[in-house]
């Protein structure tokens, strides 16, 4: 099946500092990308949808000068927290949808766990 | 709005089946989904059937869908310790991303 990668795995940052993460999808073109964000034993709540070459689509009540997405190209999307703070702490996946035979699947990077102290 | 609903936990004995049950609102929804997520983990696609189909057998997954009632499941058969994970139900409604239910953690018992 279609295989995403997300870097890094997980993170660990002071307060204020901005954290990136790199989403990939590694054999397929993703047309678009999606950024959820989990909070423990909680279902993903979407937070923005990217399509490649324009800007996110923010869900209501996610700071889009916050959280700030990238998807430069058909294989990679960046999300960059920008001053994070302990609140940002949470669980980040992305997932990707492409080309092909089953556009309406998602597959699902591994997620970065980030915490800030 | 789109709304799923599951059971939040299921408890089976090993070698047992698993019934994981979900309920969807959204009728126009073309594919409904399964995913796993084990702990620390992100999301891994089992399975996926579209709507007009009743039933998908993939080895020992079962998925069952009644449309009338808007009533999804999904049979893990010989269930095994490695089975221990939470798993999604999604819908997609027409022209909209995917809507997650809130995950159903499956705890099998030796």
């Known amino acids: 099946g279609a295989v995403v990668s997300q870097h890094p795995s997980r993170v660990i940052c002071k307060s204020g500092t901005s954290v990136k993460i790199e989403c990939r999808s590694l054999d397929f073109q993703a047309t678009t990308m999606f950024w959820y964000r989990q909070f423990p034993k909680q279902s993903l709540m979407l937070m923005a949808t990217s399509n490649e070459g324009s800007k996110a689509t923010y869900e209501q009540g996610v700071e889009k000068d916050k959280f700030l997405i990238n998807h430069a190209s058909l294989t990679l999307s960046t999300l960059t927290v920008t001053s994070a703070h302990p609140e940002d702490s949470s669980f980040y996946i992305c997932s990707a949808r492409g080309a092909g035979p089953r556009t309406d699947t998602q597959y699902f990077g591994p997620g970065t766990r980030l915490t800030v102290l | 709005g789109e709304d799923v609903e599951q059971s939040l936990f299921l408890s089976v004995r090993e070698g047992d089946s698993s019934v994981i049950n979900c309920t969807y609102t959204?009728?126009?929804?073309?594919?409904l989904y399964w995913y796993k997520q084990e702990p620390g983990a992100g999301l891994q696609l089992l399975t996926y059937i579209f709507s007009n189909m009743d039933m998908k057998q993939d080895q020992r997954l079962t998925v069952l869908l009644n449309k009338k009632d808007k009533h999804l499941s999904l049979r893990i058969a010989d269930t095994q310790t490695g089975d221990s994970a939470i798993y999604f139900c999604?819908?997609?409604?027409?022209?909209?991303?995917?809507?997650f239910g809130p995950g159903t953690r499956l705890s099998v018992l030796p």
């Open positions: 999604a819908e997609t409604p027409y022209g909209q991303n995917f809507v």
């Open positions: 959204d009728s126009s929804s073309t594919y």
